[in-house]
Nanobody, 123 residues
Framework: VQLQASGGGLVQAGGSLRLSCAAS????????MGWFRQAPGKEREFVGG????????FYTESVKGRFTISRDNAKSTVYLQMNSLKPEDTAVYFC?????????????????WGQGTLVTVSS
């Protein structure tokens, strides 16, 4: 499975960005996709995820109500819509693929990773 992430950039605080992650290869029909982020000098942290079959979404507390994860089955693409962005959201964002079909916050549960896309939020 290959993941191609895109959509990062520079935005002012309070603004919005949408990240995309397209999956290709042998994904199977039941899997989960997660979004993680890594700020400078910090560990990679879970942002949220979605189960592909049911479309159930999960978020870390700090982004609830601001970020929304969705999917397009036909395009095998997952999206991370980020609204009301804050400077502390600045990070490299990664999408990740899990064969289990369950959204985990533990990054070791994800088998494949996208290349990362930088999001910078200015104050």
């Amino acid at each position: 499975v290959q993941l191609q992430a895109s959509g990062g950039g520079l935005v002012q605080a309070g603004g919005s960005l949408r990240l995309s992650c397209a999956a290709s290869g042998r994904t199977g029909s039941s899997y989960a996709m997660g979004w993680f982020r890594q700020a400078p000098g910090k560990e990679r942290e879970f942002v949220g995820g979605i189960t592909w079959t049911a479309g159930n979404t999960f978020y870390t507390e700090s982004v609830k109500g601001r970020f929304t994860i969705s999917r397009d089955n036909a395009k095998s693409t997952v999206y991370l819509q980020m609204n009301s962005l804050k400077p502390e959201d600045t990070a490299v964002y990664f999408c990740a693929f899990s064969y289990s079909g369950i959204v985990y916050s533990d990054r070791s549960r994800y088998r494949h990773w996208g290349q990362g896309t930088l999001v910078t939020v200015s104050s």
